[in-house]
């Protein structure tokens, strides 16, 4: 496949910028975007003041207050647009642990955004527990649906010696996930087009995935889980991974589920998937209240909570 060399150059520019800013010790946590708004809707919040004003919280900002190479690099990298009178990026770049990663400017409206937020930390965290826990040797995986590459950024740097593949349908992540692994100084990382498992070939010691599990008008790829209540595209990835997974591979889905009246619909159908000797599997929920906010939406008028919860299915043979 033949690259644009104009993409080229702005993947390189983004790629010096992510360098200088983590070289100038860059830290910024992602929140989520009722809380982003919320912090940027008090006054002093009109404007960049420092450095994680423009590139965390995305505030408009003067070009004086950035240096002129990290100008340049945004411009090179064609993600600096006016704003009034000033100027404002149109990317991010938050740390997980000391990964700094590129992904979208807020708010994240746009068909292909690329996401960050609050569940990629506890997505994180799942994966770091699992690798710190597990005796079997990881020497092919998969991340499904990569957005920035989290969870096969943190599978290469863990398992240095496997091949990790990233996977997603949105070529916008793809490309952020080759800069954010290439920042990250990993070269066992290979981004693929996929629709889940559907590009690529061959059985896995780990799959990952950290899907879109909301109702999303717009159908926004990294917000909408498809189904009645969102959680359609968790279900296909839990069919496709157990076709794919080896001898003793072993699955880490982390998802969000709409609870009615105490009723876990997609428990409910994981229990009849996985039911059999051949499947060893835990579900468990990790956080009981996520996304609130989003009760308030259309399609949401009978569920009482939306709860953050963790499947992990290993093939026992």
């Not at 159908?219 to 279900?235: F, I, P």
């Not at 009482?304 to 299915?313: D, G, M, N, W």
């Amino acid at each position: 496949m033949l690259l644009d060399p104009q993409q080229i150059q702005a993947d390189q520019a983004m790629l010096q910028l992510g360098k200088r800013l983590r070289a100038d010790g860059y830290r910024f946590t992602c929140v989520t975007p009722a809380t982003h708004a919320r912090v940027n809707a008090r006054p002093e919040a009109e404007q960049a003041r420092t450095v994680r004003d423009v590139f965390g919280w995305n505030r408009p900002f003067r070009s004086s207050l950035v240096s002129a190479d990290e100008l340049e690099q945004m411009r090179l990298a064609q993600v600096l647009n006016e704003h009034g009178d000033m100027l404002i990026s149109t990317v991010r770049w938050s740390t997980i642990d000391d990964l700094l990663l590129v992904h979208s400017a807020y708010p994240t409206q746009e068909a292909d955004a690329v996401f960050l937020g609050p569940d990629s930390y506890r997505f994180a965290q799942v994966i770091h527990d699992h690798l710190q826990r597990t005796p079997k040797r990881v020497e092919h995986a998969v991340d499904i649906g990569c957005g920035t590459g989290v969870g096969a950024l943190l599978i290469a740097r863990a398992a240095p010696h496997a091949h990790v593949s990233a996977v997603d349908i949105n070529p916008l992540a793809l490309r952020y996930t080759a800069i954010n692994a290439a920042l990250a100084g990993l070269s066992n990382v290979s981004v693929e087009p996929s629709d889940l498992l559907g590009g690529i070939t061959g059985l896995f010691d780990l799959i990952v995935a950290n899907p879109p599990y909301m109702l999303d008008a717009g159908e926004r790829t990294y917000r909408h889980g498809g189904g009645s209540l969102g959680a359609q595209l968790s279900l296909r990835i839990v069919e496709q991974a157990c076709e794919r997974l080896g001898s003793g591979g072993t699955l880490l889905l982390y998802t969000g589920v709409a609870i009615i009246e105490g009723r876990d619909a997609l428990l409910e159908a994981i229990r009849l998937r996985l039911a059999g000797p051949e499947w060893s599997w835990v579900y468990r929920e990790i956080d009981p209240d996520v996304f609130g906010e989003q009760l308030n939406e259309p399609g949401y008028e009978q569920v009482e909570r939306i709860a953050a919860v963790v499947l992990t299915v290993t093939r026992n043979s």
